[in-house]
């Protein structure tokens, strides 16, 4: 079963923060995130595994609670680099199994 | 950085012909995979590939679609009999190593467009 991410789209103007979140009805072992700009390939951002770890990557941070079956996405201070569309991919299980993707969030940074 | 490469980047083709994708997967990767995008859509998974066979599949991958490595570095997706509905980007990604749960990285992508 798929992730359901939220919001589908939002629009931040430079320097706004913004959470992106990724919530699965199945157990999860892990949480990808993944940025993907028009036309181009999901681009690695972090992976949250079992354990409810935070990460943080420049000026954006994740989290995973695994009671929730949740993570969140945090975009701090959000640059036009920023805009894309962020996917979650999940993984039920450990062994690099294939990752199961939400619909994405549209995240559109404007001046 | 080693990079995942797709070829070619763009494939154009008659509804019932075959295409092959080519990928080559970061050199000392162990795990290797096939997903497609259809415009506008989310990331699906199509097949997973370690140590020579398939590991995993989805409902989409039916006999239409094989893969293969014939050597030590390709990897590749064949699909006969092309459909309209298969017209979508098909990303390849590997990630490797004994240690479970690592980052997965993806090529750049074929498009493929079924005429």
């Known amino acids: 079963q798929q992730p359901v991410q939220s919001p589908q789209a939002v629009i931040l103007r430079e320097g706004e923060d913004a959470v992106i979140n990724c919530s699965s009805s199945?157990?999860?072992?892990?949480v990808h995130w993944y940025r993907q700009k028009h036309g181009e390939a999901p681009i690695f951002l972090m992976i949250?595994?079992?354990?409810?770890e935070q990460k943080g990557h420049d000026k954006i941070s994740a989290s995973f609670n695994e009671k929730k079956q949740q993570s969140s996405l945090y975009l701090t201070a959000s640059q036009l680099s920023y805009s894309g569309t962020y996917f979650c991919g999940t993984e039920s299980r450990p062994g690099n199994t294939p990752l199961v993707f939400g619909k994405g969030t549209r995240l559109s940074v404007i001046a | 950085e080693p990079e995942v490469t797709q070829t070619p980047s763009h494939q154009v083709t008659q509804m019932g012909q075959e295409v092959i994708l080519r990928c080559v997967p970061i050199s000392n990767h162990l795990y290797f995979y096939w997903y497609r995008q259809i415009l506008g859509q989310k990331v699906e998974f199509l097949v997973s590939f370690y140590n020579n066979e398939i590991s995993e599949k989805s409902e989409i991958f039916d006999d239409q679609f094989s893969v293969e490595r014939p050597d030590g570095s390709n990897f590749t997706l064949k699909i006969r009999s092309t459909k309209l509905e298969d017209s979508a980007m098909y990303f390849c990604?590997?990630?490797?190593?004994?240690?479970?749960?690592?980052?997965?990285?993806f090529g750049d992508g074929t498009r493929l467009s079924i005429l």
């Open positions: 949250l595994l079992k354990g409810g």
């Open positions: 199945k157990a999860l072992y892990s």
């Open positions: 990604a590997s990630t490797g190593g004994q240690i479970s749960n690592q980052p997965q990285h």
